[in-house]
């Protein structure tokens, strides 16, 4: 049994991932390059990699709008990037480079913070990735980045993607807890607004570089029970 | 990207809990007599723990034959007890004492070899449960045993229990691998025919004091394809 947090009665601590645990962009930029470059192929890898993830809301309302039925993520990254590379002229990759690329998203690397404060964090809470992620890709990058998880939750276990109510409420009922038990920590406001309507806690990160120098939230524009600078200053603030 | 066991190609391992990891018996007769003995019961606690567990696959059957919906293993645990109580001569139990008694499921320790060998498998493949466990009580057994999983698949994911096909089914789809490229580790022949019917290699691993001395398998009466006397000796096996 796990000791409550003093005054708030927390037991979870739910993790938004792309962006507030890893650093997507440069990782995806690394990988695009590493693959594709060797075929002779010359892209500005950092808009490559903001290319694709323009891609990502668009492709998940599908699921959620029930357009079509819920894919898992890996599903519609490789969807989302073969309507990508014709726009940037890239044509003729083998299925082993598509795969290959699609699957960068499971080598992306932590903020260097994440790994140390997640374990800190995990003395005191049960801790989960509540992503729209699938849980191959989250169990890649745990393994990668040393995250500790308890479990991996979010949106393949719930059927649908965030921000729709159900992805948080399923993360709470998973570890047998009440919303106000549990706390939704994201750098993106519109994922602490969808968790605090659901009557999750939350927790802001900032993330002020997650798309490029400068281009990220350094601050929450709703309100919040915590803001943050990093992972570790949540830790402190949660006396663990 | 994991490397892969010589000449098998397998990835993933996916392992029964209750009996094959941890040992319940002992465990629930020690949390019963922990809760019960200090309110004036006095029971042979290793047969309330028996008549506890027989009452397991009779209530998981009702979800399995579609009687009743998916309902996760602690409220089944629940209402097992409290149809085994009266039979016992136990009644007035307070509310506290009956939810604090069907947690003794998440109170239940490993089998003494369980940990270190899960660390030298997990260095070779992605490891998982598979248990009709919820994920809750999965989460508290890994934390209380340091358990390593990369993610707590099973039931509660699946939405019915084993030993149905969906179950190993939706582990290995969860992982995106082959049934083939996984392996079912468990103590129970039954569960590993089940595995087999599915595609997935199998394990058996000895466990012949599960249901008291001498009352467990030894030895699996179905074909496997690895027969082990306990979990280090399968990681030898699998030469890790």
Known sequence: MLVEAPNLGLRALFFDVFGTLVDWRTSVAREAAAILRPQGIDLDWAQFADAWRAEYQPGMEEVRSGTIPFSKLDVLHRRNLERLLPRLGVTGLSEATLRDLTLSWHRLDAWPEVPAALARLKTKFLIAPVSNGNISLMADLARRNAL?????????????????????????????????????????????????????????IARPNEHGPGKGESAPTVPVDFAAKDLAALADRLAV
Chains 1, 2 share one sequence.
């Open 148 to 204: 500790p998880w308890d479990a991996i939750l979010g949106a393949e276990i719930a059927g649908d993607y965030k921000p729709k109510p159900r992805v948080y409420e399923a993360a709470c009922a998973a570890f047998d807890l009440a919303p106000a038990q549990c706390m939704m920590v994201a750098a993106h406001s519109n994922d602490l607004q969808a968790a605090a309507a659901s009557g999750l806690r939350t927790a802001h």
